[in-house]
């Protein structure tokens, strides 16, 4: 892998993790038109773990009270086990998925087709949003019931095209949660979804040894690190004040272009 691939999939991954416009949409577009050879067990570690610290950072403070909470009496009713539970129906659709199944998804239109129906879907929940009063109420408020819609939907975001973040926040927008709770709601519940694939990826790395040059591994490790970090800070701003129009338009214009160009 060169220096130069090396920082376009950093950016790609760091910014499309957090985003609702789909990782898989844009590296199915950059791999054609650019014509990347970007696979590799090591970097697919790296750049996972620097989405981790990503979010991590951002929401440092939102984390610490998360783990404080669930080592008190209060655990029960903790925002960190509704974080776990909702963690659960995409551990076990990946379960499912995991005897090879997964290919048969792995097509350049349903990332095409995804990319344009979620979009308009995120849009829909984003009208439902504006009905909805900004809350002062802090994430441990979201009940029990919204989190494992939240949970359900993450599961649905293993189809290509369809974006983890994105699909998440939608469904919590429909089940009522505001934007700006549901956004970070979605970054946490990313923490242990991201962690789990950094600890299977870095098994398999341990077990066949490092596959590319220590170099662009770093650079892009970097790279995922410092646009993962602005994603979050600028969507959490944007969201103040913004809707998720523009990033349905961009999700389906980009859905045709996949169309027209694959």
Same mark, same amino acid.
């Given at each position: 892998m060169t220096i130069f691939e090396a920082i376009?999939? @950093?950016? *790609?991954q760091g910014v499309t993790e957090f985003l609702p416009v789909s990782s898989s949409g844009h590296l199915v577009l950059i791999h054609e038109l650019f014509g990347l050879e970007t696979e590799s067990l090591s970097f697919d570690v790296a750049l996972h773990l620097a989405t981790l610290i990503a979010v991590v950072w951002v929401l440092r403070k939102e984390v610490i009270d998360v783990v404080r909470v669930m080592f008190s009496k209060k655990i029960f009713s903790s925002l960190g086990l509704k974080v776990i539970v909702a963690t659960i129906p995409s551990v076990l659709f990946g379960l499912l998925l995991s005897d090879g199944s997964e290919f048969l998804i792995r097509s350049t239109k349903i990332v095409a087709f995804s990319m344009i129906f979620? @979009? !308009?879907?995120?849009?829909? &929940? /984003?009208?439902?949003? =504006?009905?909805?009063?900004? &809350?002062?109420? @802090?994430?441990?408020? !979201?009940?029990?019931?919204q989190s494992v819609i939240v949970g359900i939907a993450q599961a649905i975001a293993l189809i290509p095209g369809t974006s983890r973040s994105g699909i998440t926040m939608t469904a919590g927008m429909f089940a009522g949660? /505001?934007? *700006? =709770?549901?956004?970070?709601?979605?970054?946490? +519940?990313?923490?242990?979804? !991201?962690? @789990?694939?950094?600890?299977?990826?870095f098994i398999d790395v341990i077990d066949k040894g490092l596959d590319m040059t220590i170099t662009p591994l770093i650079i892009g490790c970097l790279v995922a690190l410092v646009f993962g970090v602005l994603a979050i800070e600028f969507l959490l701003r944007f969201l103040q004040k913004g809707s998720f129009?523009?990033?349905?338009?961009? =999700?389906? !214009? +980009?859905?045709? +272009? *996949?169309? *027209?160009i694959m």
């Open positions: 376009i999939s @950093g950016f *790609i979620w @979009g !308009i879907v995120l849009y829909a &929940s /984003d009208l439902i949003a =504006r009905k909805n009063k900004k &809350s002062n109420l @802090g994430l441990e408020k !979201i009940s029990w019931l949660i /505001d934007k *700006i =709770r549901v956004a970070k709601f979605s970054f946490l +519940l990313s923490i242990p979804a !991201i962690l @789990g694939a950094t600890v299977m990826s129009l523009w990033f349905a338009i961009y =999700r389906v !214009i +980009l859905g045709v +272009l *996949i169309l *027209i």
